[in-house]
């Protein structure tokens, strides 16, 4: 049973270039989330996903994109990579009446 | 008012102290609340969960909480260096949990 897992853990992109974070979790949850967190700040969710098929913006989804086409997989798009979106990326699980398990995060620069 | 505030910190102890971090949530129909301990560069990780109002203790951690003050607090006894750290607060909602900022805090040796 791993979890949540991220990958990649460390990136370095330059400006314009696109990727996609990926996130896989076996816990079977329906509950899926991105975050970022810029270094000494708290987390900010960019998208989230209550389910297979459905997803929808957090607080700050500009510049990204989301999809759930399985339970078990939530990647996340950076179409156009920018400065401000160098950042420590978290992906999170959530199941009924259980906490929040978090991946080991995705490290990202962008030069 | 965001929907979790937390005492921004920083907090630091000497180490054998009682450390006290506090949490307000603005959500009176919150039923969930869960405290994350996060290391520097490292992932939360849930150190404490509470449903239901008064104490809840595991070893060193005690969390508290009460629902008609919209409240939640976390006592570390016998506080360590180890225990250096941010503390976030969460309270769960519909489809979410809603994160406080966090709270630094420094045991110092």
């Known amino acids: 049973n791993a979890g949540v897992t991220q990958t990649p853990k460390f990136r370095i992109l330059k400006i314009g270039q696109s990727m996609t974070l990926q996130c896989a979790q076996d816990?079977?949850?329906?509950?899926m989330y991105w975050y970022r967190q810029d270094p000494g700040m708290g987390l900010k969710l960019i998208y989230y996903?209550?389910?297979?098929?459905?997803?929808d913006k957090g607080e700050v989804p500009n510049g990204y994109n989301v999809s759930r086409s399985t339970t078990e997989d939530f990647p996340l798009r950076l179409e156009l990579a920018a400065p401000s979106q160098t950042s420590v990326y978290f992906c999170?699980?959530?199941?009924?009446?259980?906490?929040?398990?978090f991946g080991d995060g995705t490290r990202l620069s962008i030069l | 008012q965001k929907e979790v505030e937390q005492n921004s910190g920083p907090l630091s102890v000497p180490e054998g102290a009682i450390a006290s971090l506090n949490c307000t949530y603005s959500?009176?129909?919150?039923?969930?609340f869960f405290w994350y301990r996060q290391y520097s560069g490292k992932s939360p990780e849930l150190i404490m969960s509470?449903?239901?109002?008064g104490d809840k203790e595991d070893g060193r951690f005690t969390a508290q909480l009460n629902k008609a003050s919209q409240y939640v607090s976390l006592l570390i006894r016998d506080s360590q260096p180890s225990d250096s750290a941010t503390y976030l607060c969460?309270?769960?909602?519909?489809?979410?949990?809603?994160f406080g900022t966090g709270t630094r805090l420094t045991v110092i040796p």
């Open positions: 999170a699980s959530l199941g009924a009446n259980q906490p929040q398990h």
């Open positions: 816990m079977n949850h329906n509950y």
């Open positions: 996903s209550v389910g297979a098929g459905i997803t």
């Open positions: 959500d009176r129909g919150s039923q969930s």
């Open positions: 509470i449903y239901s109002n």
């Open positions: 969460a309270v769960r909602g519909a489809n979410n949990l809603f």
